[in-house]
Every structure is written in C-alpha cells, then in structure tokens.
C-alpha cells in the first residue's frame, strides 16, 4: 500500500524550512500531499492560489508531491482522502506545545491519524512564513530563506 502524508500548513509563503521537512517526510513516504489550510477568516500576504503555485514551483517535476488547496479541519481533509499521516516540522519548545495540543485533538477526534513531527534541520530554525512577511513588507529580500529560484515578487 502506498503510504501518503498530508504536511499541512499556512505556507505564506513556504519556506527553505517547509521544504527541508518535505524533503525528510520523502525518505519515509511515497507521496507528501502539500496542503494550504485555507482560512477564510485571515487574510495572508499571499492568496492561497499563490501560495499553491509557488509550492508548485519548488516541487514541479516531483511526481511524488502533490500540491493541494483546502478548508476546514486538516482531520476532515484526510479523512476525505484516505490519508492517515499528518507530516509537520517542529523547531523548538514553542512549536511543540502547539503541535502537541494539535496533535492531541486530532487524536480524539480522528483516532486513526497519526500525527509525525519531524526536527527542523538547525540551519533552518530561525527561519520563519512570519519572519519572511516581515521582510517583505518592510521592503527587505527574503530570498535566503526560500526555496532556490524563487522569486518571491512573483507571487505578491
Ligand atoms: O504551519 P501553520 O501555518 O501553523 O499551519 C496551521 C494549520 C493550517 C496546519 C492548522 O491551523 C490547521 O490544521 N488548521 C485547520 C483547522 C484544524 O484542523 N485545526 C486543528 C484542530 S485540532
């Protein structure tokens, strides 16, 4: 059986930090759906199409990553979709507790998930969507803290 992960998240905009966990998740799953939450509540710097096509634009040619957009709860995505793996990145002691609790609730509610938080390679531990936004908006380059050969102007 194929095993498939959803590494779900924001990604506004994904970052080298989103990738280097992309590209560990790849080592131990056939197929990384890359999915943007969608919050119809929060406007991001990127639209959520944007942001699907930068993803794009890292990965193309990968066939084993699929780039999709979706909304509501990431267990009901899965569920929707069979997958039963949850993919995301842990930095430090503050992403813990907040993938923890995720990672806790969505274990009530969809028992059949499992939830594998991989460590952010050292390199990229500073490296945040937020921190990028901020270099954006204040008019800086953040393209040391994104994938190669994206330019960011792009997708604004
Ligand atoms: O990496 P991010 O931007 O913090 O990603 C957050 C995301 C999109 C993965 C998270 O907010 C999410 O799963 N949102 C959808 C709603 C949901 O399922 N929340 C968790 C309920 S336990």
Redesign the pocket.
């Known amino acids: 059986m194929e095993r498939t992960a959803l590494f779900?998240?924001?990604?506004d905009p994904f970052t080298l930090g989103h990738k280097a966990v992309v590209d560990m998740g790849l080592t131990m799953f056939d197929r990384i759906v890359v999915g943007v939450?969608v919050?119809a509540a929060k406007q991001g710097l990127l639209t959520p199409e944007r942001r699907g096509e930068l993803i794009e634009a890292v990965f193309g040619g990968e066939s084993r990553i699929e780039v999709a957009l979706y909304g509501g709860?990431?267990?009901d995505y899965c569920r929707s979709r069979g997958i039963r793996h949850i993919l995301r990145g842990l930095r430090n002691s503050t992403d813990f507790e907040y993938e923890h609790d995720?990672e806790m609730?969505?274990d009530q509610i969809y028992p059949e998930i499992t939830t594998v938080a991989l460590f952010t390679p050292a390199d990229y531990i500073p490296v945040s969507?937020r921190l990028v936004r901020e270099i954006i908006t204040m008019g800086g380059d953040p393209a040391k803290f994104l994938p190669s050969g994206i330019d960011i102007k792009e997708y604004l």
């Open positions: 779900p998240g924001s990604f939450g919050n709860l990431t267990g995720m609730a969505n969507s």
